[in-house]
């Protein structure tokens, strides 16, 4: 069975910094182009950042230049690093990795606000 587990969210003011991170197992992680998206009330989910198992990253253009996604296979983990952050970054932030189909987790809260 998949299952993904993120953490590291929380409050964090104007232009501070937050690291998140997604624990997969169940999935041969090392293969797989796992992403961070995030939500708003109202709002479809959106991607923030992906990153390949070649180690190529994409990302939204929101956050280019203030985010960064990084993995490790050996602990099959992925990274979202946030920089700078502001208060259009708050939402609920979810893993998602394809594996045969596509896995979610169930999402860590991040609040911007001072």
């Known amino acids: 069975q998949v299952r993904l587990v993120e953490s590291g969210g929380g409050l964090v003011q104007p232009g501070g910094s937050l690291r998140l991170s997604c624990v997969v197992s169940g999935a041969n992680f090392r293969i797989t182009t796992p992403g961070w998206y995030r939500q708003t009330p109202g709002s479809e989910r959106e991607l923030v950042a992906n990153?390949?198992?070649?180690?190529?990253?994409n990302y939204a253009d929101s956050v280019k230049g203030r985010f960064t996604i990084s993995r490790d296979n050996a602990r099959q983990t992925v990274y979202l690093h946030m920089d700078n952050v502001a208060s259009e970054d708050t939402g609920v932030y979810y893993c998602?990795?394809?594996?045969?189909?596509?896995?979610w987790g169930r999402g860590t809260q991040v609040t911007v606000s001072s």
């Open positions: 990153i390949s198992s070649g180690g190529s990253s």
């Open positions: 998602r990795v394809y594996w045969r189909r596509e896995f």
